[in-house]
């Protein structure tokens, strides 16, 4: 998204003024005339406001053969619309003090949209334009294609992009989870305007659609804006793909690839959003591998050995498949001391579970950070709109402190021995590790 001097400068400092507390974020449930839901924060301080829409759906929609559409499609919606050419459309959004974003992964495309009040109705007007009657130029099209195909490029060279396209392939196989929502040079390269259209039709429709707004508007603003925004949109777009399965099983793949440092990507299935277990294996994951410096991984991997700078694990609760992940990169030397220690250290959790004092410290740690989150309207806006599609309640931020106190030592021992699995645990090294063999 391209900023004039003078938008930039209007919200960094709308973006420096709006930094709510979370205990003073009160969400209200919003339901316009036409029947469109949304999650509203009202912030009258100044005149402002960040809208957030979520389609469900993302690249992974993307039909077969038209790999990298939805993301292509994305690049190109600010690339002009309706009577306006790009650059005309670009001057029209400046002019406003507007700014809108766009995004896409596997399972959803954003579109962050921030205005003024005074240019309320004007900035919606030229979004609703936007979604509605998007241009894709052929010129615009071929444009926005080679930057994507040189951003391509560059992750075929890119050690942690090799990693992670291999670990996807091995763990997804064949489902769209198993390859780049940015497409490949070939299907990048085959896309035509009428691919790009039909991306757009089958990802903008409201049975997928997810709406928040936080800033300078009334619930009956509110309503009104989204039914003229949104109330003309498509009832149904594409069918979601299925579940994907996690077929990766343990052992160690090496990509060879000319680097002096190699990077690895590791992990085994892992735990849905909605599990009952999900708070205590949020909490195991951090005394692990969380970011924290004074994680397990950390402390056995970095600090006494001196294996890496840094190395973490983390959840991957998608729409359609779940994995347990960690990432690190090593020296070659050292990459095969690296994988030993990280595979011992997921065994002795769940084999011994954790201390009383490292799930009080973790707590403390993740109760804590959490109201750090909140730090502008549009972040808090992107959070909204996440929690509805993780299909969480209205009062979670409130409530959410509460669920990682509850969990106690048994319980969070318990998943340990449950979703930990160092059997399962698959390593893909990118790189020339030295005395690292790959198996099986």
Do not use: C
């Not at 392939?169 to 497409?183: E, F, L, T």
């Not at 509805?388 to 021995?417: C, F, G, H, W």
């Amino acid at each position: 998204m391209r900023l004039t001097a003078l938008t930039a400068a209007v919200f960094a400092w709308v973006s420096l003024l709006v930094l709510p507390a979370q205990a003073e974020i009160k969400i209200n449930e919003v339901t316009s005339p036409g029947g469109i839901t949304a999650w509203l924060v009202e912030d009258h301080s100044i005149p402002f406001t960040a809208l957030e829409l979520r389609f469900r759906g993302g690249t992974s929609l993307d039909a077969p053969g038209k790999r990298g559409a939805t993301y292509l499609m994305a690049g190109l919606l600010e690339e002009g619309s309706g009577e306006m050419q790009a650059q005309v459309y670009t001057r029209a959004v400046e002019n406003l003090a507007a700014s809108f974003g766009y995004d896409a992964d596997r399972d959803s495309l954003s579109v962050s949209a921030r205005f003024l009040s005074e240019n309320r109705d004007a900035a919606m007007g030229l979004l609703h334009q936007t979604l509605q009657e998007p241009r894709f130029d052929q010129d615009a099209l071929d444009r926005v294609r080679a930057q994507v195909l040189a951003g391509l490029r560059s992750d075929l060279k890119d050690p942690n992009k090799i990693a992670s396209q291999a670990f996807a392939k091995m763990a997804y196989g064949d489902h769209p989870y198993g390859s780049s929502g940015k497409g490949t040079i070939d299907s990048i390269s085959a896309l035509t305007r009428q691919d790009i259209f039909a991306a757009h039709e089958a990802v903008f429709a409201r049975d997928r659609l997810y709406v928040s707004a936080v800033g300078d508007i009334t619930p009956d603003e509110l309503g009104g804006l989204l039914d003229g925004l949104l109330g003309d949109m498509a009832a149904t777009g594409a069918p979601l793909p299925g579940p994907a399965e996690v077929t990766i099983s343990g052992g160690v793949s090496i990509v060879d690839y000319d680097t002096p440092q190699s990077v690895a990507l590791f992990g085994h299935m892992g735990i849905t959003r909605d599990d009952p277990r999900f708070f205590a294996a949020y909490i195991m994951n951090q005394i692990l591998g969380g970011g924290s410096f004074d994680s397990r991984l950390m402390k056995e991997v970095r600090e006494k050995r001196g294996l890496t700078y840094g190395v973490y694990s983390y959840l991957v609760p998608q729409d359609l498949a779940s994995v347990y992940m960690g990432q690190l990169g090593s020296a070659n030397s050292k990459m095969a001391e690296a994988v030993e220690v990280i595979q011992g250290e997921w065994q002795r959790l769940a084999s011994e579970g954790v201390t009383e004092k490292e799930l009080t410290d973790a707590k403390t740690y993740l109760t804590g950070a959490y109201p750090l989150r909140f730090d502008g309207n549009g972040q808090i806006a992107s959070i909204l709109v996440g929690m509805q599609m993780d299909d969480l309640p209205i009062d979670y931020v409130q409530t959410r402190n509460d669920k990682v106190n509850a969990v106690t030592l048994e319980e969070i021992n318990q998943v340990a021995s449950e979703i930990l699995l160092p059997e399962a645990l698959h390593f893909v090294v990118v790189g020339r590790p030295e005395g690292l063999i790959a198996s099986p």
